[in-house]
């Protein structure tokens, strides 16, 4: 999975039955969670902060209408200043409400530790398809750009495994998401790189299914993508869960249930994979820049603007760093190759930092690094001082 340590914008839990339990980095304080079911049985507005997450328990309504509820949440989400990550946590027997909008339903034995991990996963993605939409916007395309073969293709959905139930998941699936299926992890992943899969389910045996999913989450460019997990035995679930899976499906689920969890899963993995091929055409249209001397300077201050006022929504900042040769101790004479040097500075922080922060060469700036936090600066000053001080005297 596409782990991830630390929340990205830090803010109440709005939550019905399960509260997240908080990590240890200064996350905001229990006091300010909002308990969904009594503002729900008030008739109130959730207050107004923005929240790290919405959790429900579909079991914590009790004798609540789970329609009536979605009917008094969803416009209170809905007027929040950008998306957050919604999770619906269930079990195969709960009926969900068709016009449930989650990020993701998940079985509600899903470990404390996981589901705070997976709200810091989805946070960074919610974060990463508004950077692609941003830079869309203000880049524009590259006529005639392709796409990588794992993001080319119409819905589709992974099956791996050898348990005789492919056409229950078919049967379960949207109709319009095409169904493959593999024997094994090592042929998922040979599938998975030809083609564009936007969730997978693995339906094998205990030992077999952790040894797929490892094998999938160690492939780079399928970190992100939803994985599913048969399990027979309640017991096994945790360590599918910490081994990489997104949700796992215990024992029998209805089909409705079944089908919703399938549709928020491959939906979420839609929106990462459109996020991830716009990004790549995005740092292929900055690189061509370069050969016309740097991004226009107007194109810069547009990109700065909008970032910084759709960050502002989450309480965040953003962090310019100029990779200014001085910065590195690097003396910058007439004899010196300066366009060697900023093809250098701007190589190693396009591979240190994420895809989602932007690495371009700006005309009459030079090479710069737009971070979306203070730790990715200091992260990114340390790397390239440390290359700099082996490759260059």
């Known amino acids: ?90 079990d195969g027997g709960s009926s969900l409400p068709q016009d449930i909008q989650a990020t993701a339903i998940i079985d509600r034995v899903v470990p404390d530790d996981v589901l705070l991990m997976l709200i810091c996963i989805h946070q960074r993605a919610l974060m990463r398809s508004e950077e692609a939409q941003l830079r869309r916007k203000i880049f524009g395309r590259i006529p005639g750009f392709g796409s990588a073969p794992h993001h080319t293709g119409g819905s589709s959905l992974m099956v791996v495994g050898l348990s ?42 205990f030992e077999d299914a952790i040894d797929y999913i490892r094998q999938i989450r ?56 459109l996020a991830d091929r716009i990004l790549a055409e995005s740092q292929m249209w900055l690189r061509q820049q370069i050969m016309d001397g740097g991004l226009g300077r107007e194109y810069y201050a547009n990109y700065l603007k909008t970032c910084s006022d759709a960050l502002a929504a989450r309480g965040l900042d953003l962090w310019e760093m100029r990779l200014e040769p001085a910065s590195f101790g690097i003396e910058v004479t007439p004899e010196t190759d300066i366009d060697e040097i900023y093809t250098t500075l701007l190589s190693i922080a396009d591979a240190t930092s994420r895809d989602e922060d932007l690495v371009c060469l700006v005309k009459d700036l030079g090479p710069v690094a737009v971070l979306k936090n203070q730790a990715g600066t200091i992260r990114l000053q340390k790397r390239i001082s440390s290359i700099l001080t082996h490759t260059v005297r």
Request: net charge negative; charged share 30%; proline share 6%.
């Open 1 to 90: 999975m596409d782990y991830e340590t630390s929340l990205s914008w830090r803010g109440p839990y709005w939550y019905a039955g399960r509260r997240p339990k908080r990590n240890s980095n200064g996350d905001a304080p229990e006091d300010l969670d909002v308990s969904l079911l009594r503002m729900f049985e008030r008739s109130t507005a959730p207050p107004t902060a923005l929240p790290a997450a919405v959790v429900i328990d579909m079991d914590a309504l009790g004798d609540h209408d789970p329609h009536d509820f979605l009917i008094w949440l969803l416009p209170h989400v809905k007027a929040l200043p950008c998306d957050v990550p919604i999770y619906v946590l269930t």
């Open 164 to 205: 005789g139930r492919f056409l229950e998941w078919q049967d379960a699936s949207d109709e319009k998401v095409e169904v493959v299926g593999a024997f094994d992890g090592k042929m998922a992943v040979e599938y998975m790189s030809m083609r564009a899969f936007d969730a997978v389910v693995i339906d094998a045996a």
């Open 218 to 273: 160690r492939d780079a460019r399928f970190a992100g993508l939803p994985v599913l997990a048969v399990c027979e035995d309640e017991e096994d679930s945790a360590l599918l869960f910490r081994n990489g899976a997104s949700d796992v499906i215990i024992g029998q689920n209805c089909k409705e249930t079944l089908t919703q969890r399938m549709i928020t899963a491959l939906r979420f993995g839609k929106r990462r994979r």
